[in-house]
């Protein structure tokens, strides 16, 4: 638990003294399989230092007891895409992890890739999403152990954006409902 502290007060340290540009949000989702509910709160708060590095801190805690911090590099070559690299904790007998992803933008189309792996195992998200008006997208929607499905966005305004999406399971099969809560931060 120590080394949770010590690697959370480093990220929050790095990123704040970083200058310049932020890409930041707080959220919140609730995933129900077979009546049982689980919610998850999740943070990403990034910085960068001119137009293509930055850097970022990412968190994760749920409901169970589980949770995970990391940060790490952003490179931004194109303003339509970011690739990211980093390294974290979480809470496992084997609390290392590294993850990395993709986002790209363009055409009213947007993807998020990501991928991590080490202590309790790989681990994926991925949404692509295309917007139909200026207040709704429709894509899919697919992470490990929470279901592969189709996915609606409302953003309210430029702060807030509700979700839901619904689909089984790729690992175990069984039916999800995931509906999150997403907020920017300035």
Known sequence: MRTFQIV???LVLLVVAAPA???NFVGTETEVKSGD???LIDSLYGRTFNKSVGLFAWGQAQTDGWG????GVVYTPKPWIALSLGTGVEKDAHPGRIGTSAWMSGHGYTLLAVYENGGSGAWYKTILTKAVTSKIAVGVFSRRFAGTGPLVEYSAN???KIWVTAGPDLEDHHKKLVAGLNIGLP
């Not at 995970?68 to 940060?71: L, P, R, T």
């Open 158 to 160: 430029k702060v807030v």
């Open 37 to 39: 509910v689980v919610s």
């Open 21 to 23: 540009k932020a890409q």
């Open 8 to 10: 959370v007060v480093a």
């Open 68 to 71: 995970q911090v990391y940060g």
